[in-house]
């Protein structure tokens, strides 16, 4: 089982990318699946999740500006990101929790896109 990440690149302050991530393997469920980050010298953190029912946990300083979405049927998450600032810049990744496999429930993570937010 394996995350693949797409999206990341380099955008000017106030511009927009959109991430993408797919699950594949064996998987027969899925119950969170997320995006974190990671900024130079800092720790990682949660971007957005949201629960295979839907539910969305994001961090207060994306709020109004990010959109976390998932097709279930595709094992595949999204982030949408609009009017993105020089402090969004980060290595991105992809975090799948509660994954069900043939070898029971796993914590799966892609290998990170970098974003840079830069004029």
């Known amino acids: 089982v394996q995350l693949v990440e797409s999206g990341g690149g380099l955008v000017q302050p106030g511009g927009s990318l959109r991430l993408s991530c797919a699950a594949s393997?064996?998987?027969?469920?899925?119950?969170?699946m997320g995006w974190y980050r990671q900024a130079p010298g800092k720790e990682r953190e949660l971007v957005a999740a949201?629960?295979?029912?839907?539910?969305?946990n994001y961090a207060d300083s994306v709020k109004g500006r990010f959109t976390i979405s998932r097709d279930n049927a595709r094992n595949t998450v999204y982030l949408q990101m609009n009017n993105l600032k020089p402090e969004d810049t980060a290595v991105y990744y992809c975090?799948?929790?509660?994954?069900?496999?043939?070898?029971?429930?796993?914590?799966?993570w892609g290998q990170g896109t970098l974003i840079t937010v830069s004029s």
């Open positions: 949201q629960t295979s029912g839907g539910t969305t």
């Open positions: 393997g064996i998987i027969f469920s899925i119950n969170a």
């Open positions: 975090n799948a929790r509660e994954l069900l496999t043939t070898l029971g429930y796993v914590e799966v």
